[in-house]
């Protein structure tokens, strides 16, 4: 794992007494992606991924056993005629269903089903991306304030740093000396953090059309790229699809799915918006009350 500033076009060498500034060679990674791996390095260690995934088993770590709630494993199995049958089974041995088998076929027709269920019509998709456009303009305001921002933020930095240098000059006791000149260093690595933040966000990778031309493409139909597409394309439509795992129960098939925010605002939209039916509305109080029976039409005489 990377553990030195200069993949992200810094140089420092404590020993020497050479703090943090910015180099003249080209960067690898971001200086903010590079402060991440250092935090990373030093928390809690968790689990690595497995590396064991294979095409045969596209769904391995996307599902969990409905009685358990734990992932379940997949496997080959051998028949007695010779002919081998993938399944995946609940590796969780105090569970009910453990070591049961489902053969793979059940499931990856039932997530055909479910896969295909997500597919939202061409109106709705229409309105939420017109919705999302206008999110993504509002996110590049958003974005140039944050620059304005950080440019503000940068100046103050300075001052400070005037301030402490300022003091830094009038100082005679050694180890206020050495306080400054941590303080000026620190704030120094915080303007270079700022200002490498300023470079990163200063322009998007892709512009706005060619993603949403690729965020067409997958809502309008995640089936067809997950029917099509190799075992990374599928493990991409997982994580954009769903938020948690599938849970899958041997009599009943599929929990209901914890789809992820954009199709669970699709069906949000589709339950909650209702169409206005066609013809003329009115109030029930203001329309006007059918002649009874046998009544005349016209009206009638007041008595004198």
């Given at each position: 794992?990377?553990?030195?500033?200069?993949?992200?076009?810094?140089?420092?060498?404590?020993?020497?007494?050479?703090t943090?500034?910015?180099?003249?060679?080209?960067?690898?990674?971001?200086?903010?992606?590079?402060?991440?791996?250092?935090e990373?390095?030093?928390?809690?260690?968790?689990?690595?991924?497995?590396?064991?995934?294979?095409?045969?088993?596209?769904?391995?770590?996307?599902?969990?056993?409905?009685?358990?709630?734990?992932?379940?494993?997949?496997?080959?199995?051998?028949?007695?005629?010779?002919?081998?049958?993938?399944?995946?089974?609940?590796?969780?041995?105090?569970?009910?269903?453990?070591?049961?088998?489902?053969?793979?076929?059940?499931?990856?027709?039932?997530?055909?089903?479910?896969?295909?269920g997500?597919?939202?019509?061409?109106?709705?998709?229409?309105?939420?991306?017109?919705?999302?456009?206008?999110?993504?303009?509002?996110?590049?305001g958003?974005?140039?304030?944050?620059?304005?921002?950080?440019?503000?933020?940068?100046?103050?930095?300075?001052?400070?740093?005037?301030?402490?240098?300022?003091?830094?000059?009038?100082?005679?006791?050694?180890?206020?000396?050495t306080?400054?000149e941590?303080?000026?260093?620190?704030?120094?690595?915080?303007?270079?953090?700022?200002?490498?933040?300023?470079?990163?966000?200063?322009?998007?990778?892709?512009?706005?059309?060619?993603?949403?031309?690729?965020?067409?493409?997958?809502?309008?139909?995640?089936?067809?790229?997950?029917?099509?597409?190799?075992?990374?394309?599928?493990?991409?439509v997982?994580?954009?699809?769903?938020?948690?795992?599938?849970?899958?129960?041997?009599?009943?098939?599929?929990?209901?799915?914890?789809?992820?925010?954009?199709?669970?605002?699709?069906?949000?939209?589709?339950?909650?918006?209702?169409?206005?039916?066609?013809?003329?509305?009115?109030?029930?109080h203001?329309?006007?009350?059918?002649?009874?029976?046998?009544?005349?039409?016209?009206?009638?005489?007041?008595?004198?």
């Amino acid at each position: 794992m990377i553990a030195r500033v200069i993949y992200a076009g810094y140089i420092e060498h404590d020993p020497w007494g050479v703090t943090r500034r910015k180099g003249h060679h080209e960067p690898i990674i971001s200086l903010a992606t590079f402060e991440k791996i250092q935090e990373r390095k030093n928390a809690r260690p968790i689990a690595a991924a497995k590396q064991n995934i294979h095409a045969d088993f596209p769904l391995r770590g996307a599902l969990s056993c409905a009685c358990c709630n734990q992932p379940m494993t997949a496997c080959w199995s051998r028949s007695g005629t010779g002919k081998r049958y993938p399944y995946y089974w609940c590796q969780t041995r105090d569970c009910s269903q453990y070591r049961k088998s489902i053969r793979a076929e059940k499931i990856d027709a039932g997530f055909e089903e479910l896969l295909k269920g997500l597919t939202p019509s061409q109106n709705l998709l229409s309105i939420v991306t017109s919705m999302l456009s206008d999110a993504w303009d509002q996110r590049a305001g958003q974005r140039d304030n944050g620059k304005a921002q950080i440019k503000r933020d940068i100046a103050q930095l300075d001052k400070q740093q005037d301030s402490l240098l300022e003091k830094l000059v009038d100082a005679t006791n050694a180890k206020v000396v050495t306080a400054y000149e941590s303080k000026i260093a620190k704030l120094e690595d915080e303007k270079l953090l700022l200002s490498d933040k300023l470079t990163q966000n200063s322009k998007p990778k892709y512009s706005k059309a060619e993603i949403f031309e690729l965020l067409k493409t997958f809502l309008s139909s995640p089936w067809n790229i997950w029917e099509k597409g190799n075992l990374l394309l599928r493990k991409n439509v997982l994580r954009l699809a769903l938020k948690e795992p599938l849970a899958y129960d041997r009599e009943n098939g599929f929990r209901t799915p914890q789809v992820s925010e954009i199709f669970e605002f699709f069906e949000i939209i589709t339950s909650k918006c209702e169409m206005v039916r066609v013809g003329r509305l009115e109030l029930p109080h203001l329309a006007a009350p059918e002649p009874k029976s046998g009544a005349s039409t016209n009206s009638a005489t007041p008595a004198t």
